[in-house]
């Protein structure tokens, strides 16, 4: 696994009595939730248990029908606008497939958050979006791509470049290796454990990759019963008494996924 040695206690991101309702639809319910500076969290649950839309709330895209999400001190719900637009600058998102605009290059698409940054030199704004597509392992003439000409694994380290372009303390990641094939999953997962190591990042890291969790989570949360039903680590997860936990982390894939992590 990623290693734990690299969190700290301080929590950045608190979660509780979490409501999410769509119509009749109860999501969650008094949801409690806290991720730690440092670690990367990877949020596990059955089809409908509301992984994205936790995402998305944290991140401050649904706003939910009650309770309080605290993000680096600051009430998400309850901040004003320029409180809300300093800490958005402090974290980034990538969906899943990269949700990159279809009428701008690469390079274009990751200018789209700097440009919000008043007073950045243009020519300063390009060779930091040149910086971060390097980063995010794409090749240097990347950029002047449409994401119409990358491959689906391309797209989708596009969208990591353009999370990662301000800087950020905290990556939201939405189902990152959806879609990939094993070698670039694999290849994914080491590219995030080598950047959350080097740029100090805390990653909340929605996925049902059995291997991602493995390679790349320090903890898990599994979302069930419309809550956070447990956290821990893998470890502790094969020891969880629930049906959907124990199936998940002991069926054929868990114990494939294990066998390759203890290669």
Same mark, same amino acid.
């Given at each position: 696994?990623?290693?734990?040695?690299?969190?700290?206690?301080?929590?950045?991101?608190?979660?509780?009595?979490?409501?999410?309702?769509?119509?009749?639809?109860?999501?969650?319910?008094?949801?409690?939730?806290?991720?730690?500076?440092?670690?990367?969290?990877?949020?596990?649950?059955?089809?409908?248990?509301?992984?994205?839309?936790?995402?998305?709330?944290?991140?401050?895209?649904?706003?939910?029908?009650?309770?309080? /999400? =605290? !993000?680096?001190?600051?009430? *998400?719900?309850?901040? @004003?606008? &320029?409180? #809300?637009? $300093? %800490?958005?600058?402090?974290?980034?998102?990538?969906?899943?497939?990269?949700?990159?605009?279809?009428?701008?290059?690469?390079?274009?698409? /990751? =200018? !789209?958050?700097?440009?919000? *940054?008043?007073?950045? @030199?243009? &020519?300063? #704004?390009? $060779? %930091?979006?040149?910086?971060?597509?390097?980063?995010?392992?794409?090749?240097?003439?990347?950029?002047?791509?449409?994401?119409?000409?990358?491959?689906?694994?391309?797209?989708?380290?596009?969208?990591?470049?353009?999370?990662?372009?301000?800087?950020?303390?905290?990556?939201?990641?939405?189902?990152?290796?959806?879609?990939?094939?094993?070698?670039?999953?694999?290849?994914?997962?080491?590219?995030?454990?080598?950047?959350?190591?080097?740029?100090?990042?805390?990653?909340?890291?929605?996925?049902?990759?059995?291997?991602?969790?493995?390679?790349?989570?320090?903890?898990?949360?599994?979302?069930?019963?419309?809550?956070?039903?447990?956290?821990?680590?893998?470890?502790?997860?094969?020891?969880?008494?629930?049906?959907?936990?124990?199936?998940?982390?002991?069926?054929?894939?868990?114990?494939?996924?294990?066998?390759?992590?203890?290669?």
């Amino acid at each position: 696994m990623a290693g734990g040695d690299r969190n700290t206690d301080e929590i950045v991101i608190s979660v509780r009595g979490l409501r999410n309702q769509f119509g009749s639809h109860v999501v969650h319910e008094n949801l409690d939730l806290d991720v730690r500076r440092g670690e990367i969290l990877g949020v596990v649950g059955g089809s409908g248990t509301g992984k994205s839309v936790l995402l998305r709330t944290i991140a401050g895209l649904q706003k939910p029908t009650s309770g309080s /999400v =605290e !993000v680096m001190g600051v009430d *998400v719900l309850s901040a @004003d606008e &320029e409180t #809300r637009t $300093a %800490l958005e600058a402090r974290w980034g998102v990538m969906f899943q497939d990269g949700a990159l605009f279809s009428s701008l290059t690469v390079r274009e698409n /990751v =200018e !789209v958050p700097m440009r919000a *940054v008043v007073g950045l @030199d243009p &020519e300063i #704004r390009v $060779a %930091l979006a040149d910086l971060r597509i390097s980063m995010a392992g794409l090749p240097w003439n990347a950029g002047d791509k449409y994401p119409a000409e990358l491959s689906g694994g391309m797209r989708k380290r596009a969208g990591l470049a353009r999370a990662l372009a301000l800087d950020p303390e905290i990556v939201f990641l939405d189902e990152p290796t959806a879609g990939l094939d094993p070698i670039g999953a694999s290849a994914f997962d080491e590219l995030i454990v080598k950047l959350s190591r080097a740029m100090g990042l805390t990653v909340f890291l929605v996925t049902h990759d059995l291997d991602t969790l493995h390679a790349v989570c320090d903890r898990i949360a599994v979302l069930a019963e419309r809550k956070v039903l447990v956290t821990g680590t893998m470890k502790q997860m094969l020891k969880v008494d629930h049906p959907w936990v124990h199936e998940y982390f002991h069926g054929p894939r868990a114990r494939a996924a294990l066998d390759a992590a203890a290669e």
